[in-house]
């Protein structure tokens, strides 16, 4: 009973609510959309958004990466700009060792790769030294500086060149963005793949000492270090982390971009990763937030981007707009509930205080 | 009503919060030219109490009395136009600004929309001369002690024509001769009239300052005395509602081996020279002004800065590179004086507070054993008598006595042989001080050595089985015989030496 009662009053509780009451409000403009004739067939289907969500869980494991910094208390806005470093990498390093061959080279491929999440890390390590060793510095500040490095560091081995790789041995690499058929049922394959990174990090954030240790930093750093925990290591190594998940990251990407690289390929996606994990339950402030939520945040932005495009038929910019008046009024909302819900309380208890007064005066 | 006498007059005050009484129709007046003390324990409703008649809070019942009139104190703002002014513990309230503009922020003095700067440093001399304070008005205030931040405060009430003034708890961060020239202030401003609301834990202050002390004990009003009527252990008794036998429950114990050794540690600018060992089942007292450099060294002691020269020896071994993790790992613990930034995670359980240091201890392999972690927080809870419904209770709903066992029951949790207490009742109420006194006296005795960091003179003397003082980041004396020493020998020994 008590377990009911505090998973319905958790925020995974009201993203579930939320995800359904969307579910429901696309359900119905669908069916409208059919009875007048708008659109031929009914597009909101299990099935049919299950296969859709291929794009929006691109950057899932860079939400994944970014959700270490923000239990922390810190932030990473450089995720964006490390994945697309890497890939660069990835595309470089490919072709000199491949050296164009026609059919390409496998064990290129698999170096290139290895080089590419390495590149990955070793950007994360950058911003993980950055931030433990110069503390007076936000790590707003400092990754917004590695930032524009690591894309300035893009343009110097690429510059505004695409590169791009018809090989079929690069062309594999499209296969991480097929789709897994079961049944009926088409599913990208990045979301097994997300899925069971997720549940090692569940694992690792909510049932390990470390997990709970990086929960500690991010709620007060001062204390847990007093605590005889090593908070700038475990810092450290959650920013590599991040990292290479960006990395892993931009080889979806690659995927997905026919397999061309450009100087550009990620910018701005450290925004979708952030918005991710804040809608699930985290914050700068560091200290809370779930795995679970930040899983169910992906889907809600994945539902509600295929709806409001294919359904509502919005631009992608009126999407872009409307995920971020969905994020902020999601996480203002329990906020002003709360307030209201006190200030009901104080002016109940305030007026029964009265009634007692007034009753004693008589 | 025969009320003409009282400046203020509070009358059956009732404040409640969601599922607390804070305030239970409490009384309170003041005279004008009086120092009236406020006392009890942690949690008996005081903070709550000033924050009605400064307008912070709303109370649910009651009135609220100045100068013969009723008023409604709305809000901070309404307080301070009728002349109350309150100052806190932690006084700056913007570091970053000079002493001037936190005089007068709010009601700069301007020509048209710019700040007359020339007149406002002059006008914030003035009123720093009246108070003795020799400050400069354009120094900025987090470059100042927090005494001298504390004249600030006061200067800033003075601005603003305050006819009453609150104290919470002015000189719990000030060495004793800071709180010395806080008094002679605070007479001073009695003398011209000023009304002024004393709250204190020290009972140096009740008695050397105040004129008619009130008590407060769980939201109640238990009643108000002429001090003069009034002794330590009755007040003492009717703050903690039962008799406290002995304050100081020193114990005899065998002094063993020694464990830490500190032999020249210097850092250039805190602390150079500094000898001081501790031995098994002792208390070490380490005192001095606020200042002085004690926390710095000790700081450093446990790894969380580097020393420049020196060594330090910890049970017989020579320590380099010392980081917390390492010391604790090697039977060093420290509570920190600061127990709400360093000490606690305020918004975790108290379960979750004392495994945080011992959590290897209660995992298997990388997974937390909860069952594990529940047996050794509820050992502690019980060894320490920490006060709470259980031990899922948030630590920042907890009152400071036990907000501090909780932090010391992290250290113990570690098994620590040596442990270093920073100011440990600092804050505290004089109930829960009694238990912590208890607490140390027992460790001493299961043979563990304990170095205790303190300014408040009685617990020094009476809790040492030795006392170094520290002045100006030197060891000035050591007392190896704590019988017979009175505060004066110490506070010789603390004052800087002129040249």
Known sequence: ?362 | MPGSEYILEMNGITKIFPGVKALDNVHFNLKAGEIHVLVGENGAGKSTFIKTLTGVHQPDGGEIILNGEKVVMTDPITAQERGIAAIYQHAASYPDLSVAENIFIGHEFKIGPFIDWPKMNREAKKLLDSIDANLSPTASVGSLTVGQQQLVEIAKALSMDARILIMDEPTASLSQREAEDLYTIARRLRDKGVGIILISHRFEDIFGLADRVTVFRDAQYIGTWQLSEVDQPFLVHHMVGREITQLFPKKQTQVGKELLKLENLSRTGFYRDINMTVRAGEIVGLTGLVGAGRTEVMESVFGVTKPDSGKIYFKGEEVHDQTPTQMMARGLGMLPENRQKEGLLLSWSINHNISLSVLDKCQNGMFINRGKEYELSGKMKELLAIKAPTTDTHTGALSGGNQQKVVVAKQLAAEPQVIILDEPTKGVDVGSKAAIYEIMSDLASQGLGILMISSELPEVINMSDRIYVMSEGKVTREFTDTKGLTQDDILHAAMPQKQ
């Open chain 1, 1 to 362: 009973m008590q377990k009911v009662k505090s998973f319905l009053k958790s925020w995974e509780f009201f993203l579930i609510l939320l995800l359904v009451v969307m579910c429901a409000v696309f359900k119905v403009a669908d069916s409208v959309n059919v009875a007048s004739g708008v659109s031929r067939k009914s597009v909101f289907y299990f099935a049919n958004v299950l296969r859709s969500m291929r794009p929006y869980f691109l950057y899932s494991f860079m939400t994944l990466g970014m959700m270490l910094i923000l239990a922390m208390g810190d932030i990473d806005i450089s995720v964006g700009a490390i994945g697309t470093l890497s890939v660069v990498t990835l595309g470089v390093v490919y072709n000199k060792l491949a050296g164009g061959a026609e059919e390409g080279s496998p064990m290129a491929l698999v170096a290139a790769l290895a080089v590419c999440l390495l590149v990955g890390a070793l950007c994360g390590a950058l911003n993980g030294f950055l931030v433990t060793r110069f503390k007076e510095l936000f790590p707003m500040i400092i990754t917004l500086a590695t930032q524009l490095f690591f894309r300035g560091f893009s343009y110097l081995l690429i510059g505004g060149e695409t590169l791009t790789f018809k090989d079929p041995t690069f062309k594999s690499l499209s296969n991480l963005n097929q789709l897994l058929k079961i049944g009926e049922l088409q599913i990208p394959i990045s979301i097994p793949i997300y899925l069971a990174l997720a549940v090692v990090f569940y694992i690792w954030l909510h049932q390990t000492g470390n997990g709970r240790k990086i929960f500690a930093i991010g709620t007060n750093s001062a204390a847990t270090y007093y605590s005889g925990v090593r908070v700038d290591r475990i810092k450290f190594w959650c920013f590599v982390i991040a990292g290479f998940m960006s990395a892993v990251t931009g080889i979806f990407f690659v995927g997905n971009s026919s397999s061309s690289v450009k100087a550009d390929i990620m910018d701005g996606y450290h925004m979708y990763a952030i918005a991710a994990a804040v809608l699930g339950g985290f914050s700068t402030d560091g200290g809370k937030g779930s795995v679970i939520g930040a899983t169910i945040s992906l889907v809600i932005f994945g539902v509600v981007k295929f709806g409001l495009g294919n359904i509502f038929s919005f631009p992608d910019s009126a999407v872009n707009l409307s995920v971020g008046v969905i994020l902020i009024l999601s996480v203002l909302g329990p906020n002003l509930l709360e307030d209201a819900q006190n200030r009901r309380k104080v002016r109940l208890r305030r007026a029964e205080t009265a009634k007692l007064n007034a009753a004693k005066a008589a």
